[in-house]
């Protein structure tokens, strides 16, 4: 079954609005969680490490104030797309780390 | 700097017979994990199988085994017997050193013909 739970997997929402996804570790703690952003037919692409307690660190490029994270607890970390437009449509998936990243399932974002 | 490769951007295999996908890669850091992972076009990413630098042997589950050729710094995704449900992306990943990031490659894009 399922050891990371991410959600929503899909959104359509309009241009500006700010779009909350979660990501969940079910039965491990993670310290860690990576959130990657992905184009279609490319690779994954780090968009930053969510650390547990601390503030998140991001990959060069990234804009912090564009995609908060914030991983309060040691199963959940949460990445909100601010005043999202039409640019940040993409697939935004999760991983947490317990032995090998464990992915969750994506998240579709489609802004109109 | 490390760095994955993957060459083959898309494979053909007819159901039933093994397909090899390729990976090469480079680190300076002695101790390492590759990974092979899934991605069907749901887009969940499935892991497959892991390869530690100092493994002894070739790591095997199920139907995937890793030809792992460390002087060659590669590590082969082997897909025996493939089925239908096998047509995906392919990535390879490396991991390196106290770092929990993944390098990743560029996928390979697997078509199983029935």
């Known amino acids: 079954g399922a050891v990371v739970s991410q959600h929503p997997s899909w959104v359509i929402c309009k241009s500006g609005t700010s779009v909350k996804i979660e990501c969940r570790s079910l039965?491990?703690?993670?310290?860690?969680m990576f959130w990657y952003r992905q184009f279609p037919k490319q690779s994954l692409m780090l968009m930053a490490t969510s650390n547990e307690g601390s503030k998140a660190t991001y990959e060069q490029g990234v804009e912090k104030d564009k995609f908060l994270i914030n991983h309060a607890s040691l199963t959940l970390s949460t990445l909100t797309v601010t005043s999202a437009h039409p640019e940040d449509s993409s697939f935004y998936i999760c991983?947490?780390?317990?032995?090998?990243?464990?992915f969750g399932d994506g998240t579709r974002l489609s802004i109109l | 700097a490390q760095k994955i490769t993957q060459t083959q951007p898309g494979m053909f295999v007819q159901e039933k017979e093994a397909v090899t996908l390729d990976c090469t890669y480079d680190t300076s850091d002695p101790s390492y994990g590759l990974f092979w992972y899934k991605q069907p076009s749901s887009g969940e990413m499935i892991f497959l199988i892991y390869?530690?630098?100092?493994d002894q042997q070739n790591a095997t589950e199920g139907r995937y085994s890793l030809n792992f050729q460390k002087a060659r710094k590669s590590a082969n995704l082997v897909i025996s017997a493939s089925q239908l449900g096998d047509s995906a992306m392919y990535f390879c990943a490396l991991n390196a050193g106290n770092n929990r990031k993944l390098i990743w490659g560029l996928g390979t894009s697997l078509a199983v013909n029935p």
């Open positions: 039965d491990f703690q993670a310290t860690t």
């Open positions: 390869q530690g630098s100092y």
């Open positions: 991983s947490a780390s317990g032995g090998p990243q464990h």
